[in-house]
């Protein structure tokens, strides 16, 4: 097939195992991966064509050719071309070293080494050698190469660990497990070579959790699921190796799908200037037809006349085609209100703050020696607007560390000591971090400040020792010895590994287990625990129990879940202890920890037994089993005595709290879209205070189909809205203020007040976004202070800010830190990434990067507001100066015969932009400030401009190009009066063409030198150097081109000598100089005194204050202290997944030697727990029919 031409799309896919002849026809991708957008051939058109797309570009080209036409061009070529190729190659370098580096990364990922089985061998290939239908081998904490059918590993029963952290966010572990069929295979190499199954399968998609297809071998087929394939950007744990035969490759893995593609992307004031571009051209055509007319009008009355007195022998001129010409040459002459040097002074001027920003010692994280990076130079001021900003969970807000921060025993409160600054000063290091049973602590980061609970176990407090007891016992951890001795956990979920390392350092060691047994270590005693019933976590049950035998023969029921449900199942006889324990857990949620209830029951032998009998019976029935086995948990869970509850930290990142606080003052709404469980979620909402216990209400929409998300949907905005929710139409939300509008076309507004919190789950959202319903949905979120998205996948990330993006025109940003990020990290205007413990995928896809979350405070407060203010400043002034300068040229066409002659001396046209005025703007588009940035911090109000677009906007052009019209004004009609019919003081006229020319530029060069000094609010020694020392340049060129010695060098070009030495020593020459200066300049500075002094904004009161404080030390604010509120809703939150329990029992996950060697960086084990058909497929869905509690009566 010839290689140009076009696969067809793929509708099922076929591999053959060890065969790339085979798999080679179907022209499957192979494993090299593209994020860049150029090659080496395709750079230029591509780049070019980009570049191009900006009018001004297009425009100045056309302007390029029109100079090229002797007939009509009153200004040399070079003075377009030379700027014009300037800023395309800036552009070009700047695009291409941007390309450069994700080349670089391309080529780090492709260029790394796997083990592929070639040939009956393992041989070491690069990824990007890898083909479909290649066995390959991994090794523990190794990066899988690509999506993978898994063969075989050396867990038991071909099971093998994965971290997916890259995938959906999540550092926890999960299970995958090889058909018992492959797993026999084990690392036998010669089998593995003779391997020959086919695979066929769905097309390459972007589901993540979703893979069907069928594996033909030995004349059987074996179907595949999910948990069959192990997912390219994975990492291989707690897993010696494996082997996995490749079905995707490069682009058609599921990362890959979900990545997204690298989009051009473009500032609002960019295309605010492709605007104003075309609007100017159009005023110069307006313009250029006026003195056109004019032209022709003259030329038919008054040119013959002119040139019978000039004796021109020339024949009569058309005076239609006469002005045809003019035209062209006024749009030439006129060009320079819209000069080329303003791009390169935007490029310059973003350069300089992206230097800022990677210079920033305050965004400079010393953990990691990460500096701040600003990885593009095109969008800073686009930082300065930011309306919406969309952020991951893990890893970006929180460090995905738990940690045992308080309990409840018996209606006592322990670890109230960690939170009082005042004693904690006090503490020693020695004591911060308790251990009470003399054993080093099973984790580093375990600190425990109260002393009394370690006297508690000490003094043998029963209800201490069983509530340390039932921590041990109930859980789904997994612990081995490293070969140092050293106890090793490997846990399906940090809230258990916190628990259980809890219970270790409390002296109660969780030391092995077996199917039908588990040992711990009591105050310093092994005691075995026979293990009878394991009643597994599900997101209905929301608890998790065991059920075992002492060694005193006693059965007892240990249990652990949600508040909420266990509080329903207790005995009366708890009831005192479940008041002051709620107070407890109501304090815990008010703190923003996770909370856990913990109870147990003491089980009569014969009572258990009747029950367990029904269980097996139950189990193996073939209908109705879920139901029936859910009812005899419930049964058994009843009448239980509370002993407490404990209360995790889920650690945030430092300053989440306070920049989530700040944003929102500055009126920048935060979504959280994060591959979490929704209870996690929202305990994290509540913890970094973006859901807070004063909100009116938190909508929770879950439903199952359209049809009910958008009843749910209706129902919140009725509530919403109350009464007036009738007057609701499908369009978008604005905020104002303190108060939330919601405008429709017919102009009806309702106003809502208080504030509320929308939380969405994946299946909902999908749902959502698939229909009609996204309006309703955009509706409603956008009226609402914050926004939770859970258990969404990477690409429902990036529909949801393509939703707000695109359906409420606002500009957004999204920070993330994991490869499930990029793809709304590229979909958003602006994408941050953080460099945390999930890889450099964001990084490398991102605008900008740092460390930690908190820096985004500054980032956008700071940088962004300030690039915003600088741009915005430096284009007001821009395009004031250029009209002052270019009308004149218009005022002068009535004066000069419409003959399209400059009224300056063409060298003073071209260094008008370049020298004369090129680098006082600069300086003041790159160090201006209204604030410094520590107020700029304090007062995050200051912020709202920018999402306004205030600062620069179509009304602010105008009254740019009214006040460079009337400048211009005065720059010509003054002179112009002052010199007519006037002599100098030798006697003669000084009213000459030059010397007219000479007093307008001089003026010039004066008026805007001053403005531009009124205009800056922050000076440097730059500043002064460049302002006064540009005016300075004008005088020495300006004497320079009119000296003898130019001259002689170049008569043709410089042949008004001494015209400035007798213009300029004209007494009367300075006093119309003087008097243009102060006509251009006063009604400026009187209008910005009387705004300053009548209506002050909010930025003039602080530069008031900042001048009063300028002696003084700046008031820093202060760190907010940790919420001490008692909230009332339940904070309950555990990520934990069902049936993990089964395959513990069954002990298929259980080695039966020693593990291999570790190299210190096993992580928690989760499991999705695939062993079972049945377990596999209990999700919240397949269960929701069971709404109420069924009981078995024995």
């Known amino acids: ?150 063969l075989s590993s050396s867990e038991p029963h071909g099971l093998c660990y994965i971290e997916t952290a890259e995938l959906d966010g999540e550092t926890n572990l999960k299970v995958r497990h090889a058909l018992s069929v492959t797993s026999e295979l084990g690392a036998d190499i010669s089998r593995l070579a003779r391997f020959d199954g086919t695979v066929v399968c769905e097309a390459p998609n972007n589901k993540l959790d979703k893979f069907t297809g069928v594996l033909s071998w030995k004349d059987s087929k074996h179907s595949l699921n999910n948990q069959k394939i192990i997912l390219r950007g994975c990492v291989l744990r707690n897993t010696g190796w494996c082997f996995g035969m490749v079905i995707f490759a490069g682009p058609d893995t599921k990362l890959m799908q979900n990545s997204g593609k690298t989009k051009f992307k473009r500032t ?3 295309r605010l200037m492709n605007t104003l571009v075309l609007w100017i051209f159009g005023f110069l055509v307006c313009l250029g037809i006026i003195l056109a007319i004019g032209n022709s009008i003259w030329e038919n009355q008054v040119g013959g006349h002119f040139r019978t007195f000039l004796f021109w022998n020339e024949e009569e001129k058309n005076s239609v085609f006469s002005g045809f010409l003019t035209f062209w040459s006024y749009i030439i002459i006129l060009n320079t209100v819209v000069p080329i040097s303003l791009y390169v002074s935007m490029e310059v001027i973003r350069l300089g703050h992206s230097y800022f920003i990677n210079w920033d010692r305050k965004m400079y994280y010393t953990g990691k020696a990460a500096p701040a990076e600003a990885r593009t130079t095109t969008l800073n001021e686009e930082l300065g607007q930011i309306e919406y900003v969309f952020s991951d969970k893990t890893g970006t807000l929180t460090q995905n560390i738990m940690t045992f921060k308080k309990c409840s025993v018996n209606g006592r409160i322990y670890g109230e000591i960690c939170d009082d600054p005042v004693h904690k000063k006090v503490i020693t290091k020695e004591k911060e971090a308790v251990r009470f049973s003399g054993q080093a602590p099973a984790e580093g980061s375990f600190e425990f400040c109260d002393h009394s609970l370690m006297e508690s176990v000490k003094l043998g407090d029963a209800k201490v020792h069983e509530f340390f007891r039932l921590l041990a016992l109930c859980h789904t951890v997994m612990s081995e010895e490293d070969h140092s001795g050293k106890l090793i956990y490997q846990v399906q979920s940090p809230d258990e590994g916190a628990l259980v390392t809890a219970a270790r350092n409390c002296g109660f060691i969780f030391k092995s287990r077996t199917p039908e047994t588990i040992t711990i270590e009591e105050m310093g005693t092994l005691v075995t625990y026979q293990l009878l019933a394991f009643l597994d976590f599900n997101n209905i049950r929301k608890r998790m129990s065991v059920i075992v035998r002492n060694p005193a023969g006693q059965i007892k029921l240990y249990s652990k879940g949600a508040d909420t449900i266990l509080f329903e199942r207790l005995h009366p006889s708890s009831e005192a202890l479940l008041s002051v324990t709620s107070d407890h857990l109501s304090e815990f949620a008010g703190e923003g920890l996770r909370t856990l209830a913990i109870a147990y029951r003491d089980l009569d032998e014969k009572y258990f037994r009747e029950w367990h009998q029904m269980l097996q019976t139950a189990s193996a029935a073939t209908h109705e089993r879920d139901d029936r086995v859910s009812g005899l948990y419930e049964e058994i869970e009843r009448d239980l005595t509370l002993l407490g509850a404990t209360a995790i930290e889920d650690k945030l990142q430092e300053g989440v709290i306070e920049t989530i606080a700040s944003l929102s003052v500055a009126n920048i709404k935060i979504w959280v879209l994060t591959g979490d469980k929704q209870e996690t979620a929202i305990n994290i909402g509540y913890a970094c205070t973006l859901l807070t216990e004063d909100m009116n209400d938190v909508f929770v929409i879950a439903g199952n189909t359209v049809g009910e998300v958008r009843e749910e949907l209706r129902k919140a905005k009725g509530s919403l809205f109350g009464q007036n929710s009738s007057v609701l139409s499908g369009h978008a939300a604005c905020e104002k203020q303190q108060q939330l509008e919601l405008v429709s076309v017919g102009e009806d507004t309702v106003t809502v007040t208080g504030d509320y919190a929308l939380v969405i789950n994946g299946h909902s959202l999908a749902h959502a976004l698939e229909s009609d319903v996204k309006n309703d949905l955009l509706e409603l979120a956008c009226l609402c202070k ?78 962004g507001r300030w690039s915003y203010f600088r741009m915005c400043k430096f284009l007001c002034y821009f395009f004031y100066k250029n009209f002052a300068f270019t009308l004149v040229h218009f005022w002068f066409g009535f004066f000069c015969g419409f003959s399209a002659q400059t009224v300056y001396d063409q060298w003073f046209v071209t260094l008008f932009n370049i020298v004369y005025t090129s680098l006082p703007v600069l300086a003041m588009g790159i160090f201006d400030q209204d604030v410094s940035d520590q107020n700029s911090m304090d007062c995050p109000q200051l912020y709202e401009p920018g999402q306004l677009n205030l600062l620069f906007n179509k009304r602010k052009f105008f009254i740019c190009v009214a006040h460079g019209i009337y400048t211009s004004l005065a720059l010509f ?114 209008f910005r005194f009387l705004k300053m002094d009548l209506h002050p904004a909010l930025t003039d009161q602080i530069r008031r204050w900042q001048k009063a404080q300028k002696k003084a030390r700046p008031v820093r604010r202060r760190r907010p202290q940790p919420r001490r509120s008692s909230s009332r809703r339940s904070g309950y939150a555990f990520a934990h997944q069902e049936g993990y329990g089964e395959l513990i029992t069954s002990g298929k996950n259980m080695r039966a030697k020693n593990p291999p060697p570790t190299s210190g960086l096993e992580k928690p084990l989760f499991n999705s727990t695939s062993w079972l058909e049945n377990l596999c497929k209990k999700t919240t869905d397949t269960l929701s029919s069971f709404s109420q509690e069924k009981t078995v009566k024995l």
């Open 1 to 150: 097939m010839p290689c140009w031409k076009e696969k067809p799309p793929e509708v099922e896919r076929t591999v053959k195992a060890n065969d790339r002849e085979y798999n080679e026809k179907f022209q499957y991708a192979d494993n090299r991966i593209h994020t860049s957008k150029y090659n080496i051939i395709t750079f230029l058109p591509i780049n070019l064509f980009e570049q191009f797309q900006r009018v001004a570009n297009a425009y100045f080209l056309f302007l390029l050719i029109l100079q090229l036409i002797p007939e009509i061009s009153s200004l040399t070529w070079f003075t377009t071309i030379v700027p014009l190729v300037l800023v395309i190659t800036m552009t070009a370098v700047k695009d291409a070293t941007d390309d450069y580096f994700r080349h670089k990364s391309d080529n780090q990922v492709n260029n790394r080494q796997s083990e592929v089985l070639i040939d009956g061998k393992l041989q070491n290939e690069k990824w990007m050698n890898v083909k479909v239908g290649d066995i390959i081998k991994l090794e523990n904490n190794q990066f899988v190469a690509a999506d993978l059918l898994l």
């Open 973 to 1086: 009609f003054i002179p112009y009066g002052a010199f007519y019919s006037t002599a100098g003081e030798d006697g003669q006229h000084v009213a000459d063409y030059q010397s007219f020319a000479v007093t307008m530029a001089t003026s010039l060069v004066i008026v805007v030198s001053v403005q531009i000094a009124l205009d800056t609010s922050y000076w440097t020694v730059i500043n002064h150097v460049f302002i006064w020392g540009s005016i300075a340049t004008y005088f020495s060129i300006l004497f320079t081109m009119h000296s003898n010695g130019i001259f002689e060098m170049f008569p043709s070009q410089f042949p008004f000598v001494g015209n400035v030495w007798h213009s300029l020593t004209q007494k009367c020459v300075w006093l119309v100089i003087l008097l243009t200066t102060v006509a251009s300049i006063m009604p400026v500075v009187a």
């Open 786 to 863: 914050a926004v939770i998205c859970c258990r969404v996948t990477p690409l429902q990330k990036a529909q949801v800010v393509e939703l707000v993006r695109k359906r409420r025109n606002a500009v957004t940003l999204a920070i993330g830190d994991g490869a499930n990020d990029v793809s709304m990290i590229k979909t958003a205007h602006i994408g941050v990434g953080i460099s945390g413990q999930e890889g450099l995928q964001a990084v490398l896809a991102s605008d900008y990067s740092f460390a930690q979350f908190r820096y985004l405070q500054r980032l956008l407060l700071v940088h």
């Open 268 to 270: 609002s004031i960019d």
